[in-house]
């Protein structure tokens, strides 16, 4: 994965390669979902929008919406995290991540949080 990761308020990271993302959950959304049980993501082909839901979570705590930090088309769905969604727990920001999109916007994604904007976001909020 490259160097910068973007983050959006709802716990998801996006690192971009051209004009290709890669999406995740962040390391302290896994951490307070607990082990997780089941994911469900778009399928390759479909177009995601930024601030609607992408997929769904369920863990041993709670299921929650994943929300879409850009806007993109799918182009790869990670099948070893729908296969065994430990991995996400184990490796949030690298084999955990989830979907590839490309087409984004590079004016959403100066919409989005910085790692140093996210953690001072997580105190704040205090989460």
């Known amino acids: 994965m490259a160097d910068d990761i ?23 959304a896994q951490e307070e ?5 089941f994911i469900e993501l778009p399928e390759v082909g479909d177009k995601i929008v930024q601030g609607k839901s ?8 709670t299921v929650s919406d994943l929300i879409a930090p850009l806007s ?3 182009v790869e769905v990670n099948q070893d995290v729908m296969n065994e969604p430990s991995i996400i ?22 919409s989005l949080l910085t790692q140093e904007k996210y953690e001072l976001y997580i105190k704040e909020a205090g989460e």
Do not use: F, R
């Not at 979902?33 to 049980?37: F, K, N, P, S, T």
């Open 6 to 28: 973007w983050y959006n308020e709802n716990h998801l990271w996006v690192t971009t390669e051209n004009n290709h993302a890669y999406i995740g959950i962040s390391y302290y």
């Open 89 to 110: 727990n184990e490796d949030p920001l690298g084999d955990g991540w989830l979907i590839e999109i490309e087409g984004i916007d590079p004016k959403e994604l100066k």
């Open 54 to 61: 992408c997929g769904e979570i369920e863990s041993s705590k």
């Open 72 to 74: 993109g088309k799918v």
């Open 33 to 37: 979902l607990g082990d997780i049980l």
